[in-house]
């Protein structure tokens, strides 16, 4: 039987010194690894549409920009 959920990676923050490295791509290597070793169908992520730095990022280690826009309402 598949897998159907998901892990949301939330609030995900590297610090700039370890952006220079290979701090970012390990974080995003650790969690794939967790969600494949916990039977997840994938990842969702989400960033600001003008973090160009983390898309760059994303996109060089697999990740896929969605068809979807994300949209929320303070209350």
Do not use: C, I
């Not at 949301?8 to 390990?26: C, I, Q, Y």
């Not at 070793?37 to 730095?53: F, K, M």
């Amino acid at each position: 039987m598949a897998a159907w959920h998901k892990w949301l990676l939330n609030d995900l923050f590297v610090a700039l010194e370890a952006r220079v490295g290979v701090g970012g791509g390990a974080l995003l290597e650790a969690a794939r690894r967790f969600a494949a070793e916990t039977g997840a169908s994938g990842l969702d992520l989400a960033t600001a549409p003008d973090n160009v730095a983390a898309q760059r990022l994303y996109e060089a280690t697999g990740w896929k920009r969605g068809a979807f826009l994300h949209y929320s309402l303070d209350v």
